[in-house]
């Protein structure tokens, strides 16, 4: 164990985590982070949901079992009960624990239907942050650290440091919160307070409310030993009005215990040379000859004509405003009128899926659009695209765009949040010509900051324009391939806050005794 001094026991809460349920890119950082932390040689316990209906259909899931144990949570007059399964993450000694409500969990979706969040969200999130810390206390886990991931889970140290303060079993135990994404803050209406478990006196302006909602998010910032984010840019970003949505001074009052920590990939899921998705396993000394392999598996797929020497753009996400598809759907026109096609992969705001399927029904030969949630085709666009477009208005951290660095796909991107610290723009933006000239020796794609239809669809076409030009569009694919993405160095950051967090956690009780 590389900064040990004894391994700790960490209970790593979420919402979602690959393998067992997943919306984003917060499902594979908690299953991949859990399972680092395990090869770092510390006892780490994942506590989800169960969303039980949805893992009927999922494939490839570790064998489930009952625990046998039952827990009762006061939810606001009434005694909610729940049960608790228990499987290990595969290839690790994680234990995985599966919160069971049948009335919370049994859903079609995670959060929202029709794009309509559940009415009952912040009851169905009181009730799984309450069963992690009840969970932790009959399973007699002793936690040194609960790390907490977004608002869902917000409520667990201010909870800690309440009614959970005395209690057996916590006499040690700190906490950390994630922040992956600021513009999901967990704003609820101020009655549903008593669902917290916590006093109206915390209901204040400091600690859990905001503009006089209940604010899930803001109480976890107030209250946890520890905040983390997931990129540095993110981490300064967001001490600002326009990346902090409004807790940009809470953020800045609490900036001594924030670090950004930039996400990793799981290397062993997201590799070329394995994925069982693609049609034909690469590395970086292959590329020149799985990729286009992959690129014709592509094309079939999305029914668009099979030409090798045709630039092909993929782009997969979350439609959402933050990804900045109003770019990509402004300049579209203007770059359909090359030689190019475009693969799209996503779901989420129904305006912006009718403008992209429009788009395919204008374009029939040049653009595929794939409407849904669908991991194979995600690994698959990662493998057959020459390029990747990631124009986000902001973008906490992103997996894809080191996804694509692995899969030999060059990334064209927003220069904001974890895509400024993972994107080495070509040119580099220097105006000496010597640094310019060497700027290939490091470069892996391609960047620009203004977000206007101008700048990205001339980034786009500076991306074509190397993409004619062999030695230099093999000389940044090889850079991206070669760059190393994995999970280690920023596991044992997270290890770092975590044995910080425990540090403060101490100094506030030895206060408290005073
Ligand atoms: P975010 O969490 O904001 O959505 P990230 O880049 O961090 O963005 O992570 C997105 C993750 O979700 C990636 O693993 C990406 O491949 C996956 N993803 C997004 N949309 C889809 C989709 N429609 N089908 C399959 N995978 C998707
Ligand atoms: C959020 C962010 C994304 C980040 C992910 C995982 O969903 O939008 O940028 O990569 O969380 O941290």
């Known amino acids: 164990m590389s900064n040990s001094v004894r391994p700790l026991r960490i209970v790593l809460a979420s919402s979602e985590a690959v393998p067992f349920s997943k919306t984003g890119g917060l499902a594979d950082v908690v299953g991949a982070l859990a399972k680092s932390l395990d090869q770092l040689g510390h006892d780490v316990t994942l506590i989800v949901p169960d969303y039980f209906l949805m893992r009927q259909s999922a494939k490839g899931l570790p064998t489930i079992s009952e625990t046998g144990l039952r827990f009762t949570i006061p939810m606001n007059g009434r005694s909610v009960a729940g049960t608790v399964n228990w499987t290990q993450l595969p290839g690790t000694g994680v234990r995985v624990l599966l919160v069971r409500q049948s009335d919370y969990f049994d859903r079609r979706q995670l959060y929202q239907e029709h794009g309509h969040g559940y009415v009952d969200n912040c009851e169905r999130f009181c009730f799984f942050s309450r069963a992690v810390l009840e969970i932790s206390r009959q399973m007699i886990l002793r936690p040194d650290v609960i790390h907490c991931n977004d608002w869902q889970t917000g409520i667990i140290p201010a909870l800690l440091n309440s009614q959970y303060a005395n209690r057996p079993g916590f006499e040690n135990t700190s906490t950390v919160m994630t922040l992956h994404n600021m513009a999901y803050q967990g704003r609820f209406w101020h009655f549903d307070l008593p669902l917290t478990g916590m006093d109206w006196r915390y209901f204040n302006h400091h600690q859990m409310e905001a503009w006089g909602d209940l604010n899930l998010l ?297």
Request: contains cysteine; proline residues 5%.
């Open 218 to 514: 803001k109480t976890g910032i107030a209250f946890a030993d520890q905040i983390t984010t997931v990129s540095p840019t993110y981490a300064e970003e967001i001490c600002h009005p326009e990346g902090g949505y409004g807790l940009e001074g809470l953020l800045r009052y609490r900036n001594r215990d924030l670090v950004g920590i930039l996400n990793g990939i799981d290397t062993d899921v997201w590799n070329p040379g394995t994925d069982p998705h693609l049609a034909s396993h690469f590395t970086a000394e292959t590329v020149a000859v799985g990729k286009p392999r992959c690129k014709s598996q592509l094309q079939q797929r999305m029914k668009l004509p099979q030409q090798s020497g045709t630039p092909l753009i993929g782009m997969v996400s979350r439609m959402a405003d933050q990804k900045g598809f109003d770019l990509v759907m402004g300049s579209a026109d203007r770059l359909l009128s090359k030689d190019i096609q475009m693969v799209f992969l996503g779901t989420g705001d129904p305006i912006c899926e009718g403008q992209l399927r429009d788009l395919a029904l204008r374009y029939p030969t040049k653009v595929a659009v794939e409407i849904g949630f669908d991991e194979s085709l995600a690994h698959q666009i990662e493998g057959g695209a020459d390029a990747f477009l990631m124009p986000s208005r902001f973008e906490p951290c992103g997996l894809n765009q080191m996804y694509s660095l692995r899969y030999g796909t060059v990334p064209i991107v927003r220069k904001v949040g974890g895509l400024a610290d993972s994107v080495i723009n070509y040119p580099s933006d220097t105006k000496s010509p010597e640094v310019g000239a060497k700027s290939l020796e490091t470069a892996t794609g391609f960047s620009f900051s203004d977000y206007t239809n101008e700048a990205f669809a001339g980034t786009v076409e500076r991306a074509l324009q190397c993409y004619s030009q062999k030695s230099i569009w093999q000389k940044l694919v090889q850079n991206g391939m070669t760059s190393d993405w994995s999970w280690t160095r920023s596991a044992e950051s997270y290890v770092d806050v975590y044995r910080a967090a425990q540090g403060r956690r101490s100094a506030r009780v030895a206060e408290r005794r005073c």
